[in-house]
C-alpha cells in the first residue's frame, strides 16, 4: 500500500493550490481518503475526507468553504483544491486511508496508512 502527496509549493496569500494523493497497492475505490496537515510546532490536523462509494465529504471547519476535496477513481487518485490560501495554511500535507468507507470525520486513529507529505507554504 502506498499514498504520496504532490503538488505543494509556495503560495502568496489568497492564492490557490491543487495537491494530488496518489495511490497504489489495493482496491482504491473500496476506501476513504483524507488530508491531514502539519504545521512547524503543532499536532496534525484533520482537514477532510471522502468516501469511496459516492464521494462524499467532511471538512474541518478550519477550511470549509476553501477547499475542496475529490477523487478520481480511473486514476486512484485523491485531490485538495485549496483557495483563499492563508499564512496559517504553511504546513506539511499527508494523505492517508481510513480502514473503511466512513468519511464524517478525520480521526487520525482510523486512518492506517499514510503517504509522505507534501510542503506548502503560503506567503504574504
Known amino acids: 500500500v502506498q499514498l504520496q502527496a504532490s503538488g505543494g509549493g509556495l503560495v502568496q496569500t489568497g492564492g490557490s493550490l491543487r495537491l494530488s494523493c496518489t495511490t497504489s497497492?489495493?482496491?482504491?475505490?473500496?476506501?476513504?481518503i483524507g488530508w491531514f496537515r502539519q504545521a512547524p510546532g503543532k499536532e496534525r490536523e484533520g482537514l477532510s475526507s471522502?468516501?469511496?462509494?459516492?464521494?462524499?465529504?467532511y471538512y474541518a471547519d478550519s477550511v470549509k468553504g476553501r477547499f475542496t476535496i475529490s477523487r478520481d477513481n480511473d486514476k486512484n487518485t485523491v485531490y485538495l483544491q485549496m483557495n483563499s490560501l492563508k499564512s496559517e495554511d504553511t504546513a506539511v500535507y499527508f494523505c492517508a486511508r481510513r480502514k473503511s468507507g466512513y468519511y464524517r470525520d478525520v480521526d487520525q486513529s482510523a486512518f492506517d496508512y499514510w503517504g509522505q507529505g507534501t510542503k506548502v507554504t503560503v506567503s504574504s
Open positions: 497497492g489495493f482496491t482504491f475505490d473500496d476506501y476513504t
Open positions: 471522502i468516501n469511496n462509494s459516492d464521494g462524499k465529504s
